[in-house]
């Protein structure tokens, strides 16, 4: 059974700051994964999908990468902003692509 | 224009009643999901549903029952409501359900907070 961990759980920061978000796996045999932003009260955005097949993938300030063989993601975040702040949240696609979520992490940037 | 979307937004009912809540996603995708949101905020897996193939997770009571009456719809029932049933519940569409070589990249409606009293 797949079980995903985010690391911390938590995390503040002052704006311009860059920050590095960690997701493990336990499974490697994965589809995909998929990084996702939530804000409070809302529905997720997906920020970035990494296919099993590639190492990384870049979109404007975001950087995720993938290493299958040792279970791991990481989302990069260059020059922090604030309006950044939210829950992020790794997914892993498996059978049925099918996402397996990890617990997210909170962060805050402060102006 | 929103991609995919859920009706209600908010769901307060009573313990034992039956209750659904709609999915329409106008992706043109051929795979919908849906996911509940618990109180600590966790996300898990309820089902992946294509024209083809109905996937469930194991945990998932069978009080819950997705149905699905066109390729752009699934509409989730529940039936006996229970205290526990208490979350958001979230909609997502994609593109393909079996290839692996396909973007295969999940989009979410904006959640359907449900309160059972």
């Known amino acids: 059974k797949q079980e995903v961990t985010q690391i911390p759980a938590a995390l503040s920061v002052p704006e311009g700051e860059n920050l590095v978000l960690n997701c493990s796996f336990t499974?490697?045999?994965?589809?995909?994964l998929q990084w996702f932003r939530q804000d409070p009260g809302k529905g997720l955005t997906s920020l970035l999908l990494?296919?099993?097949?590639?190492r990384e993938q870049t979109s404007g300030r975001l950087n995720a990468s993938l290493d299958k063989s040792s279970g791991r993601s990481t989302l990069y975040i260059a020059a922090s902003q604030p309006g950044d702040s939210a829950t992020y949240l790794c997914?892993?696609?498996?059978?049925?692509?099918?996402?397996?979520f990890g617990g997210g992490t909170r962060l805050m940037v402060k102006p | 224009d929103t991609a995919v979307s859920q009706t209600p937004k908010y769901l307060v009912t009573q313990m034992g009643n039956d209750k659904s809540i709609k999915c329409e996603q106008n992706?043109?995708?051929?795979?919908m999901y849906w996911y509940k949101q618990d109180s600590k905020k966790f996300l898990k897996i309820m089902f992946s549903y294509n024209n083809k193939e109905l996937i469930i997770n194991e945990t998932v009571p069978n009080r819950f029952s997705p149905k699905s009456p066109d390729k752009a719809h699934l509409n989730l029932h529940i039936n006996s409501l229970e205290l526990g049933d208490s979350a958001v519940y979230f909609c997502?569409?994609?593109?393909?359900?079996?290839?692996?070589?396909?973007?295969?990249?999940?989009?979410f409606g904006p959640g359907t907070r449900l309160t059972v009293l």
């Open positions: 997502a569409s994609s593109q393909d359900l079996f290839s692996r070589e396909l973007d295969n990249e999940q989009f």
């Open positions: 997914a892993v696609g498996g059978a049925g692509n099918m996402l397996t």
């Open positions: 990494i296919q099993s097949s590639q």
């Open positions: 992706l043109g995708h051929d795979t």
């Open positions: 499974d490697s045999a994965i589809y995909n």
